[in-house]
């Protein structure tokens, strides 16, 4: 029963889960009731913090389908565990075997299986009518809702599934025109609004009230209550006043920076969130309604002037020129087109496919982007069906990842957990002994049960957490002073664990802008000489030229140019003019022309007067646009001369894509040759191509043509030569990178061979080393996919190519030279990820260069880099890496623009020199935190060791020693010694990753024995003193008159606690001194953070501590005395008392020492040789340098071949 209904959500998803269905138990529920009365609430909340437990306790097992609640727990790595309650609301809908909750069916007429609408029969309106109502009978929706997304249970899938939008339905781009434009009714509307809900994303602010609940009901806050209780019972109300005091200010700045967060983004999505719009109803009448009510299928009028879009719409007819940074981060604005619409039937029109909005985005609208203004046709409205609305759409999926992040996995955060065990552990052994302890002395039960748990609160520090997030803190105000902002904290430590960065090359490692160096045109199938430019009279009408004037998708924005960059420069470069035609002037170009370029009169030759008048008409219009596409490389117009019948396709694009469109014989014989010497210079090359259309094809017909029939049989015109220069800062940085072991990738949307001549250009690979190039091929005619190897610079001799494996035992030696490295293209990539998964890891492991790469494979090749064990960091300018930026360990973006959102970390420094700043930041926030969590734990065993050797005589330290250690001494060392600031530069050392590292281990257990040995040492050679005799008021060994006797009826309340006495006053003074020691031997600087000296705060705290310390030792002032509870002792055993500190410092300085310098190489050199190294790319890198196949040979191919067992791939060479 229990495998049988685990159904799974999201299949295949990011946000992939497993939901079982559970029914409220009401017997189960009183019993659990009962559980929480006796508990005193305890128990409730255990089951807030474990939601299994909690459905398991008040539930029992049913179907999903009669589920009232839900448990589902996430398939990732973390397992997590979630519940929802599954509601259910009544609608009138069409009885239907398929589906009785079709969202786009509508209370008008029943939905065919593929939730289309069926036409209506025959027959009089009046029968219909009966018809079709007949089947009306009220339907039950069961849904749920989770991380504000609804999941509505499907019959037919026996499944919960979501509603995104119109691509449920599989809707083909030709259905889209001719059953969704004409707009819904208000019934239809209404209809799917209960499916699809307001279309709106909420980002609700909490209030602080509910904050507060979610915040102090942290078990860490739950602990310090309960601690809080027990010193109120205990009477040491001073420290539960400080505690309470330091909750309040941890939790106040906690809900001040959460709630803030909120309203920030909550004012970021608000912008747009409530407009007005205008929407066709199926009447053909045009209604304005709030945009919260649209719903998909509605259709939208896109205002002329221009507005925000209020949800996702696909464009079906005009034009728009939209602003997308919000969700791109380019802040050049992009031309959106309407959908192309198929008429079925006719030869050369474009394939009817189904509608998608990665594959259809360049006649997408997107939520949250900014339409700046819309171009139409004379009396024709710009129209947009709505396809998705709410957190459905792309800025409401981006909003969703930020309010609900994965968690971040990161060593040491687990480790802290286990340390924090170890530590509870401790306290359980000395909760029992001080129990067994009382019981044998027959101390009173209240005492017993409060002394007992009281060891519990000491040994495990509630000060731990603000103690932790100290050095974080102090870090990013660090990097914000570098300009380097922050929004995820907790991503900092993680940052100094990166041994890998991967950079996008334009606008990143490269100038963002490309300037024109040349251009080589190409008559009768040769090349001509490389000119400077295309600004001349002799060239004003060539087809280079138009080409050049005519192929962008350049628009004029309040009169100022605007667009691509790449297109600015070309267009730029010809000189000539653009102008979008008035409504009157296109009545030239029959109504239907909105761009025309025409050349400035002094290009044009000087002709007759008479004529003068028509050559000043020398002007073209561009009739259709088809965008540029990443995935094809290449853009297409369609222009018209001016007074010419024949229409002309200008084409331009990556030159492999645009020569395959060409006929042979127009294009150069040298033509490889001409391209690659370009490319390995480092020049950005870009082709044109030029087609006369047929006659036949007119402007109606020209509108719904495919590309594919005009991409064809096509003039080879060219190329274009543009250099994109380095940024200056770049080589520098790489340098820096790797002299610290920090591998460095290149993954850009750019040609391949001008990828690998940046990559060499900035150092990322060096001259002497080989690039090899993997050309994948997917499995075509039967044949098995494979990959062809090449060397991209044809090196002469091909030495012994070795491969390099990290040295795991010596990670600060010099490593071997890497000698070659890998490149490929997106494509390869695809397929190598789908056919060669067993390689790709191999791959990876070299490659430096992935050029041609869509965003998502950007993210893919993240993931992979993280499936090898490497700690990845990703530089972008947030165009196009949003989701690499937000996947990587350290995502560190370069735009300003609200795409940052995505990205943890923002550089206002446009360079990648943020990169080594925010290495060197988080290996010292690293290393900080390391510090911190050691002192912490010392700070508790120290005090754990002194109260447990305390209670052996039935004593304890005094409330004012508690204090006056814990808030004197531990915070104020704790809050200064997080403040070291980061070495000056990158080392090749890397910080340990965990807590539970030998190294680390073996100096907090030195120190714990030294401590406790030290603290021993005094308690039993204070009892063997010659003066030593029990402690009362009336003692006096230190010969001063006895003026104590004044103050004995004060003193009775002391004496229940037997507080003091010789061994309290020893171990007081002992302790204080080993808190300050241990503080100052885990104070590392070099090589993360600057030496401590440098860290004045800590300094001069540690130096008042013990000037003050040392100062009541050895003059002892009567006041301070009493309010410490310490007792005066002989001035021997003073002397004796400060020898045993110095002993004690002197062993703890030259045993942390040692360990710094040996330990870590001998632990490193027993644990290397019997185990093979931890991260996977080191163990992989060990493999590959012992097999002889490995790197592949030039020119040999590896196929794909099934193996019959399980259907995996292995790999076999065959030399060609």
Avoid at 215 to 234: G, K, T
Avoid at 734 to 751: F, K, P, S, W, Y
Avoid at 903 to 924: K, Q
């Amino acid at each position: 029963m229990e495998k049988e209904d685990l159904k799974v959500l999201n299949k295949g998803e990011e946000e992939e889960m497993e939901l079982q269905g559970y029914r409220l138990c009401r017997w189960r529920l009183a019993l659990v009731g009962l559980g929480v009365l006796c508990t005193g609430g305890f128990l409730l909340l255990l089951l807030y913090w474990m939601p299994e437990w909690c459905v398991k306790s008040t539930c029992t097992r049913t179907t999903a389908r009669d589920a009232e609640v839900v448990l589902m727990r996430s398939t990732d790595e973390f397992r997590r565990w979630f519940l929802a309650r599954v509601l259910e609301t009544q609608t009138t809908s069409p009885s239907s075997p398929s589906s009785p909750s079709c969202p786009f069916s509508s209370p008008a007429s029943p939905p065919l299986a593929n939730g289309h609408t069926s036409h209506p029969s025959d027959g009089s309106p009046a029968q219909e009518l009966i018809r079709r109502y007949a089947d009306y009978q009220p339907t039950q929706i069961r849904y749920f809702t989770f991380h504000s997304t609804k999941y509505y249970w499907n019959d037919e899938m026996q499944n919960f599934e979501v509603l995104n939008g119109m691509e449920d339905l599989q809707v083909s781009c030709s259905t889209l025109h001719s059953e969704h434009s004409a707009g819904l009714t208000r019934n239809q509307q209404e209809y799917r609004r209960l499916f699809f809900g307001v279309n709106e994303i909420a980002v609700k602010v909490p209030s602080v009230f509910k904050l507060l609940i979610k915040e102090v009901l942290n078990p860490f806050y739950i602990f310090q209550l309960f601690s809080v209780i027990l010193w109120s019972a205990d009477e040491y109300y001073y420290y539960a006043v400080a505690i309470v005091f330091m909750s309040v200010i941890s939790i106040a700045t906690s809900l001040y920076t959460i709630k803030k967060q909120y309203i920030m983004l909550h004012d970021m999505v608000a912008a747009h969130s409530i407009v007005r719009v205008s929407v066709c109803r199926a009447n053909n009448e045009i209604e304005e309604i709030l945009s919260t009510d649209l719903v998909p299928g509605d259709v939208m009028v896109i205002p002329s002037n221009g507005t925000i879009m209020p949800c996702d719409a696909v464009l079906v007819s005009g034009t728009c020129i939209v602003n997308e940074s919000m969700l791109t981060g380019e802040s050049v604005p992009v031309t959106k087109t309407n959908l192309p619409n198929p008429v079925p039937g006719e030869r050369g029109e474009e394939t009817d496919s189904a509608y998608n909005t990665e594959e259809h985005k360049r006649h997408t609208l997107f939520c949250g982007t900014n339409v700046i203004q819309t171009r139409f046709y004379t009396g024709e409205l710009v129209k947009a069906v709505v396809v998705r609305t709410g957190f459905s759409t792309a800025k409401g999926q981006l909003v969703r990842s930020i309010l609900y992040p994965k968690p971040t996995d990161f060593k040491l955060y687990r480790d802290a957990y286990l340390f924090l065990l170890c530590l509870v552990a401790v306290a359980g052994i000395g909760f029992v002994y001080s129990i067994v302890l009382s019981v044998m002395n027959k101390v009173p039960a209240k005492t017993i049960i409060i002394e007992s748990l009281d060891i519990i609160t000491i040994t495990v520090p509630p000060a731990l957490p603000a103690a932790m997030t100290a050095g974080i803190v102090y870090a990013q105000r660090r990097l914000k002073r570098i300009g380097i902002f922050c929004i995820s904290p907790q991503r900092i430590n993680i940052c100094g664990q990166i041994n890998l960065v991967c950079f996008d090359k334009t606008g990143t490692l490269t100038e963002d802008g490309l300037d024109l160096w040349g251009v080589q045109r190409v008559e009768n199938g040769s090349f001509h000489l490389s000119e400077e430019n295309a600004y001349k009279e002799n060239l004003v009408k060539s087809q280079f030229v138009a080409c050049m004037a005519t192929c962008h998708s350049l628009t004029k924005i309040e009169g100022q140019l605007s667009g691509d960059p790449l297109d600015l420069k070309m267009f730029e470069a010809t000189g000539w003019i653009l102008e979008e035609a008035t409504e009157e002037e296109t009545s030239l170009h029959n109504r239907i022309m909105p761009t025309v370029v025409r050349p400035p009169k002094q290009l044009l030759p000087p002709e007759p007067a008479e004529l003068y008048e028509l050559s000043s008409a020398y002007e073209i219009g561009i009739v259709r646009q088809f965008p540029f596409s990443s995935a094809l490389q290449r853009m297409t117009v369609v222009a018209r001369l001016l007074g010419e019948k024949r229409m002309d396709a200008y084409t331009k694009g990556a030159p492999e894509v645009v020569v395959s469109l060409c006929k042979k014989e127009t294009v150069p014989e040298n033509f490889a040759e001409v391209l690659e010497s370009y490319t390995k210079q480092g020049f950005r090359v870009i082709a044109l191509a030029h087609r006369r259309l047929e006659s036949k094809l007119n402007w109606h017909k020209v509108q719904n043509i495919s590309r594919d029939h005009i991409e064809a049989n096509m003039e080879f015109l060219g190329l274009i030569i543009m250099q994109n220069k380095l940024k200056a800062e770049t080589p520098g940085v790489l340098q820096d990178l790797h002299g610290a072991h920090i591998r460095t990738v290149m993954v850009t949307g750019d040609n391949m061979l001008t990828a690998i001549s940046v990559a060499r250009d900035c150092g990322m690979i060096p001259p002497q080393d080989t690039v090899i190039i993997a050309d994948a091929l997917p499995p075509h005619n039967g044949q098995a996919a494979k990959i062809t190897w090449r060397y991209a610079d044809k090196p002469s001799k091909i030495s012994r190519l070795e491969v390099s494996l990290e040295d795991v035992c010596h990670v600060d030696e010099q490593k071997t030279q890497e000698l070659y490295h890998f490149a490929m293209n997106g494509k390869s990539f695809a397929v190598i990820e789908e056919h060669f998964p067993d390689m790709l890891q191999k791959l990876v492991l070299h490659g430096t260069v992935f050029a041609r790469m869509a965003p998502d494979q950007k993210t893919q090749l993240i993931e992979a880099l993280q499936g090898v064990d490497y700690f990845v960091g990703m530089c972008g300018d947030g165009a196009n890496d949003c989701g690499a930026l937000k996947r990587a360990h350290g995502g560190i973006s370069l735009s300003e623009l609200e795409a940052s959102v995505a990205s943890p970390f923002t550089s206002r420094t446009p360079n990648i020199s943020c990169v080594p700043s925010l290495i060197r930041e988080g290996r010292a926030a690293l290393i900080t935190s390391f510090c911190v969590f050691k002192f912490m734990a010392l700070y508790s065993i120290i005090q754990y060791i002194s109260v447990t050797l305390l209670y052996s005589i039935l004593s304890n330290l005094g409330d004012f020693q508690f204090l006056f250690i814990d808030i004197a001494i531990i915070l104020l060392i704790v809050f200064t010694m997080s403040l070291n600031p980061a070495w000056k530069e990158l080392v090749s050392r890397r910080p340990p990753s965990g807590l539970i590292s030998g190294p680390l281990l073996f100096s907090v257990l030195t120190q714990i024995l030294i401590c406790l040995g030290f603290q021993t040492i005094t308690f039993l050679w204070v009892r063997q003193q010659p003066w030593y005799t029990v402690w009362t008021p009336l003692t006096d060994v230190c010969n001063r008159s006895s003026h104590i006797n004044v103050s004995d009826d004060n003193d009775t309340e002391v004496d229940d606690h037997n507080i003091q006495n010789f061994e309290n006053t020893s171990l007081f003074y002992v302790s204080c001194f080993q808190y300050l020691i241990v503080a100052i031997v885990f104070s590392k600087g070099k090589p993360f953070r600057q030496p401590s000296y440098k860290n004045w705060p800590f300094v001069l705290s540690a130096i008042c501590l013990y000037i003050f310390l040392l100062f009541i030792m050895f003059h002892p002032v009567e006041g301070i005395d009493e309010f410490l509870e310490i007792v005066c002792v002989p001035f021997e055993w003073r002397v004796k008392l400060f020898l045993i500190i110095v002993v004690n410092a002197a062993v703890s300085v030259l045993v942390e020492g040692g360990i710094d310098l040996r330990a870590y190489k001998c632990l490193s050199r027993l644990c290397c040789p019997r185990k093979t190294p931890k991260a996977r790319y080191m163990h992989l890198a060990q493999e590959l340098s012992v097999d002889p196949d490995w790197p592949p040979k030039p020119t040999t191919t590896t196929e794909a071949k099934p193996r019959p067992e399980n259907g995996s791939t292995y790999q076999i060479m065959i030399n060609s």
